[in-house]
Each structure stands twice: as structure tokens, then as C-alpha cells.
């Protein structure tokens, strides 16, 4: 899939939470962009020189839109916060490798800002997931979404609705099981998410979370352990950017 810099275009965006934004981009990375993909946003301020790695939340072919749903953490974020239609934006993208689609009763796993891109996949499972989706407390940001496509479970940290607990609580006292599973979130919750699927039998694929630099696999700055040999740099890493962000369950390191 054909990856390009480009300058594009802010649609709209909305505050959806304490923290999180949704940003509508119009860009031709639309086009290739699948689930599980990321773009990269560079900031006007040049100080600021490296691109901020964003999951790609809804594609909008038809629009040859993106809509990116983020958390502000830093001077990059903030300042991508405060755009507004008709701004213009650096992107790099589509970068990384999506998910596989398949299995008949898919389970869809996102935790805390790993929930935004698990929506176009649930999109195109069509109607078939069922999507457990891990919170801090009751701002449930993209909830009334994923309930358009998929049943819906809900864990928080602070029990302030759902199940008080983790995403893994919901499916042991839910008894919700499938054919595949589907996750997105901090590395502790792909931890125990692949272990219950191991323990289960359940074919299971991770988004990594990683702090990235280049975005294309170059600086090795976002390398995860796997099984497997890497041909790049002959020890047993990947590059979350390049190589992933996703990847089977089996073959990382959690």
C-alpha cells in the first residue's frame, strides 16, 4: 500500500472527552488506509520536528476522509487540539500493517486511547463483533459508535459503569467467546488479553502502542521482541511501525 506526504486539509474536530479529540482529515491516504493503520502528523511549529504517530479511527473512502481520535500528551497533541476547518496539516500516511479480517464470531478488545482504532475494524466485520471496550471512568468517548456495529461491553477502572475491572473480567464473567480476537490498548492489558486467548485456543492479533520517531522503520526506535529473527537487524525485534503495529499474539513479547 502506497504511503505519501501530503498537505491535508481539517474537515472538523470535537472534543469528545477530558483530553481527547476527534479531527475529520480530507487526504488521499484515504484511499489505501485500512484498519489497524496509522497516519503521522507533523506540527507547524518547527521546533517540534518529529510527527506524531496517530491511529486511524474512521475511513471515509467515498469523502477520501480520515477521522483520527487522540489524546492530548504533549506539545504536538496540544497543538493539534486547537485546529479547526479549513487548517491545513502535514500527514504522512497510510504507514504500518492493518488487521486481517476473518473469523465468524470475532471479539473486538480496546483499552483507554487503543479503543479509537478498533472502530472502522468493527465497521467491517459488519455486524458480526462483539466489542469490549476498557475505560478509566464514565467518559465512554466513541461507546454510542461501536453500538451501531457491534454488542458492546463496557469495563472501568473506577466501576463508574460496566463491569469494575478490565476488559478480561468482562469476558470470563460475560462467558463471551469466539473464533478470533481482535486488541488494542497498553501493553499490560495485550499481556492478559493474550493470555486468556492462549488459555482459551482463541487466534489472537495485538496493536502495539510504542513510542515512535521515523514512522517508517528506519531509526529502530519502536523494536518489540519476537519470535522470529528480523532481517534488518538480525536479532529477534520488529519494528512496531514498520513491521506492525500489528501483529499475531504469538509472536510478541508482552
Not at 487526504?27 to 520536528?49: D, N, R
Not at 497498553?186 to 489472537?204: D, H, N, R, W
Not at 519470535?227 to 514498520?242: G, I, L, M, P, T
Request: glycine share 10%; proline share 4%; charged share 20%.
Amino acid at each position: 500500500m502506497s504511503k505519501v506526504t501530503e498537505m491535508a486539509k481539517v474537515l472538523s474536530q470535537e472534543k469528545l472527552a477530558e483530553g481527547i479529540y476527534s479531527i475529520w482529515i480530507q487526504t488521499t491516504a484515504a484511499q489505501s488506509a485500512v484498519p489497524g493503520q496509522f497516519v503521522s502528523l507533523y506540527c507547524h511549529e518547527k521546533s517540534q520536528l518529529l510527527p506524531r504517530p496517530i491511529s486511524i479511527c474512521e475511513i471515509d473512502k467515498s469523502k477520501g476522509a480520515l477521522r483520527l481520535v487522540y489524546r492530548v500528551v504533549g506539545k504536538g497533541t496540544d497543538e493539534f487540539s486547537t485546529y479547526s476547518a479549513g487548517d491545513d496539516v502535514q500527514v504522512l500516511g497510510p504507514l504500518g500493517n492493518g488487521f486481517s479480517l476473518g473469523g465468524e464470531h470475532p471479539i473486538v478488545i480496546g483499552g483507554g486511547i487503543g479503543v479509537p482504532p478498533m472502530l472502522q475494524l468493527s465497521k467491517e466485520l459488519m455486524n458480526k463483533s462483539v466489542a469490549v471496550l476498557g475505560y478509566r471512568d464514565n467518559q465512554l468517548f466513541l461507546k454510542e459508535q461501536f453500538e451501531q456495529v457491534a454488542d458492546v461491553y463496557v469495563a472501568t477502572d473506577d466501576g463508574s459503569v460496566g463491569t469494575h475491572g478490565t476488559v478480561v473480567d468482562v469476558l470470563r464473567q460475560e462467558h463471551i467467546t469466539g473464533d478470533v480476537i481482535y486488541a488494542c490498548g497498553p501493553k499490560p492489558m495485550l499481556a492478559a488479553v493474550k493470555a486468556f486467548a492462549e488459555e482459551k485456543g482463541i487466534l489472537c492479533y495485538v496493536s502495539m502502542e510504542e513510542r515512535m520517531a521515523c514512522g517508517i522503520g528506519a531509526c529502530l526506535g519502536c523494536v518489540c521482541k519476537t519470535k522470529h529473527e528480523d532481517e534488518h537487524s538480525h536479532v529477534h525485534n520488529a519494528r512496531v511501525c514498520k513491521d506492525g503495529p500489528v501483529f499475531l499474539a504469538e509472536e510478541v513479547e508482552l
